[in-house]
Structures are given as structure tokens and as C-alpha cells.
Nanobody, 119 residues
Framework: VQLVESGGGLVEAGGSLRLSCAVS????????MAWYRQAPEKQRELVAR????????KYADSVKGRFTISRDNAKNTMYLQMNSLRPEDTAVYLC?????????????WGQGTPVTVSS
């Protein structure tokens, strides 16, 4: 599986951005996809997670009501719509794909796309 993010950039507080994650390769075994973010000198944190079959979407409390994760299966692309952006949303955003390999759960990562929110 290969993941390529795009859509990051510089935006003023209160603005919006839509991130995209293009998925290629052997995607049939992916059981969940997610967006994470990592700000300078902070740990990587889960932003939103979406199972590929069944289950429910999960959001970090800090983004609930502002961010929406979605996917377009026909385009093999996952999205993160980010509204009402705040300076504390500034980070590198990474998409991930999870799949089981035997008894191990493997995560594949994209290279990340930077988001900067100015105050």
C-alpha cells in the first residue's frame, strides 16, 4: 500500500482546508484508515479514524464538529475536511492505512502534508 497526502498549506484562523490521501497498491486487506497529526515537539496524535467495513468513525475531541473524514472508493482517496481552523491545528498531517498480517497489525504511513494556521 502506498499513501500520498496533499492539500496542506497556510490558512488564517477560521478558514478551511481539505486534505486528500491517494491510496494505491494492494488495498483489499485494509480494514481502517485514519488521519494523524504531529506538531513540533509533540507526540503524533490521532485526528480521525474510519473503518473500511462497518464500525463507526472516531474523532479526537479537539476536532469534533469541525473536521470530517470521508473517502471516495471510486477514486481510492480519503479526505479530511477541516473547518473553523485554529492556530493549535498547525501540524504535519499524515494519513495511515491499517491491516492485519497474521497476528500483527501493520500501519502504513504517507509522507505528510503541512498545515499552518495563522492567528
Amino acid at each position: 500500500v502506498q499513501l500520498v497526502e496533499s492539500g496542506g498549506g497556510l490558512v488564517e484562523a477560521g478558514g478551511s482546508l481539505r486534505l486528500s490521501c491517494a491510496v494505491s497498491g494492494s488495498t483489499g486487506t485494509i480494514n481502517a484508515m485514519a488521519w494523524y497529526r504531529q506538531a513540533p515537539e509533540k507526540q503524533r496524535e490521532l485526528v480521525a479514524r474510519m473503518p473500511t467495513v462497518g464500525g463507526s468513525t472516531k474523532y479526537a475531541d479537539s476536532v469534533k464538529g469541525r473536521f470530517t473524514i470521508s473517502r471516495d472508493n471510486a477514486k481510492n482517496t480519503m479526505y479530511l475536511q477541516m473547518n473553523s481552523l485554529r492556530p493549535e491545528d498547525t501540524a504535519v498531517y499524515l494519513c495511515s492505512a491499517g491491516e492485519w498480517s497474521g497476528s500483527r497489525y501493520l500501519l502504513t504511513w504517507g509522507q505528510g502534508t503541512p498545515v499552518t494556521v495563522s492567528s
